[in-house]
């Protein structure tokens, strides 16, 4: 069976390798829970590029003909990788890290694209530095971080000490801080290849990820075109004026922007899957299987699939469901509240708990996607409040 090379690991895109014959070996960090019977080495850092190409190189694989990631921390080895094995995809490491390094992609944005102020915070920066560029109020972030992971709003001197904690302060290139953009989020999930938007869908998360990892649920749905047509003409202008000067290779990407009166304002980028239940939703909305889109552009195919993104029967959304902040929920409660497509919940005190607080996941749909925003928010609100 031919092998693939996975950078990271995830369920769907275990069982989309395993739909398509192939035997994916996983490089990991520990802990890890990879399903039985796969093969995997795990590593210390999975962005160090030596590391993960010597554990590829000890195993000794046979017939391996791709490398693809699901985490973006493993863009830049998946590209160095493609290179130093002679394997197709994208092998520009170069280009890629315009991907990681949150600095190196604002700076390279054509002037309008919109985005907000960012900058490296060398070593020994003050408060008052950052204050007098990006205003009273600024974010703290890891230049090349992801899923809001160690990112604060600053507020004052105390906040900013406080936010450079969990940083090693060793690097002037370790941290960005970007001017604090108060509005809400949305998400394109795209297909860029040959140079040009080939499908694209949007979504809104309900909070924000940064909200999510200080406690909120993460909860997001597919848009309805038809309801928001200016906002997706403008989201399609963004991604092809932002992925164009990016030098974008052949991906599915995963956009963010903050929409303002004036318009959508460019947020980041990232050319890998999108996270959570973002692919399972997008295929039940709209047929399209980006797993196996990600597969097809790591084995250097065509795209045979049919991309199809108008007037869907159905809209879907997803929840990631947490503990409740006072009482007790299990799934039996939530299934006599609400009906769900899927869900999965274990009220365990025992359950491991994923990224953004994960102890179960539902699926919900509707087919008109105002009705869908209101269940969503109903969804949200019954499991803070732990009521069963």
Known sequence: MPTMIVIGHRDGLDQALRHR????????????????????????????????????LSAHLEDVVGVLTVHEMGVFGAAYMRQQLGLPGNTDSKATLSFRDKYLQKSKLPPQVKRARCRYIP???????????????FVVKPA??????????????DEYAQAMQP???QSDVEIVAESFMDASEVYIDGIWKNGDLQWSSMSRNHISPLSAVQGGVLAAHILDRKRYA??????????????TSLDTPDCVFHLEAFREESGLTFGECAIRLPGALSPQVNKLTFGVDLFDVEISLALGEELT??????????????????RPKSGHLTQRDFERHFTFD?????????????????????????????????TIEDIVRFNEAGSG
């Open 21 to 56: 014959g192939l035997d994916p070996f996983y490089i990991v960090q520990a802990p890890a829970n990879i399903p039985e019977g796969r093969r995997f080495r795990c590593v210390a850092d999975m962005e160090n590029a030596q590391e993960i190409l010597r554990a590829t």
């Open 305 to 322: 699939q049919p991309l199809d993104s108008s007037d869907p029967d159905r809209f879907y959304g997803y929840i990631l469901l947490r």
């Open 144 to 157: 090349t971080g992801a899923g809001a992971l160690r990112t604060s709003v600053v507020r004052s001197p």
């Open 230 to 243: 200016p906002l997706f003409q403008q989201a399609e202008t963004l991604a092809r004026q932002a992925l």
């Open 123 to 137: 070593i020994g920066t003050s408060f008052t530095d950052l204050a007098d560029e990006l205003g009273d109020v």
């Open 167 to 169: 940083f090693s302060e």
């Open 342 to 374: 899927e869900i999965q919940y274990s009220s365990s005190p025992d359950a491991p708990v994923g990224p953004y607080g994960r102890v179960g996941q539902a699926i919900v749909s509707d087919e008109d996607e105002r009705k869908l925003e209101q």
